[in-house]
């Protein structure tokens, strides 16, 4: 084989490997758990969470606790979760307040666990 063959099989190759990758990486999901503190009760900070969620095409869930918070799970493509974490930790719903936002269990996952995004009592 001549030298631009091999150039252009070289060249070949390494577009293919890139196309791969960023295809690969749009399937990428996340899921990451949420416990968010502050004045979040009595505020509609779940019907806000619930709307914001599906705004950004997201699945989840998310729900009161007897101990004044709110907690929930978020999954999705990990740079949509990102965006849904800033938004619990900095905006929430007009009224509330939000002291800390906590963040756990994040870990990659091959498919969705859950479907849409509701409100769980």
């Known amino acids: 084989m001549s030298r631009s063959v091999l150039l252009f ?11 791969f990758n960023v295809v690969m990486s749009q399937n990428k999901l996340t899921s990451v758990d949420f416990e968010i503190f502050g004045n979040v009760q009595g505020v509609c900070f779940r019907m806000y969470t619930e709307d914001q969620g599906r705004s950004l ?7 009161n606790t007897r101990q ?6 978020i999954q999705g493509p990990p ?15 007009p009224s509330s307040r939000i002291d800390r ?3 756990s269990n994040e870990r990659d996952i091959s498919k969705l666990e ?6 769980r009592y």
């Open 9 to 19: 099989c070289l060249f070949l190759f390494v577009l293919l490997f890139c196309l």
């Open 68 to 73: 004044g918070t709110v907690i929930g799970q």
């Open 101 to 103: 936002a906590v963040f």
């Open 114 to 119: 859950i479907h849409g995004f509701s409100t």
């Open 79 to 93: 740079d949509k979760v990102n965006d849904m974490k800033v938004w619990l930790q900095r905006v929430g719903s």
């Open 57 to 63: 095409r997201l699945s989840g869930w998310v729900k």
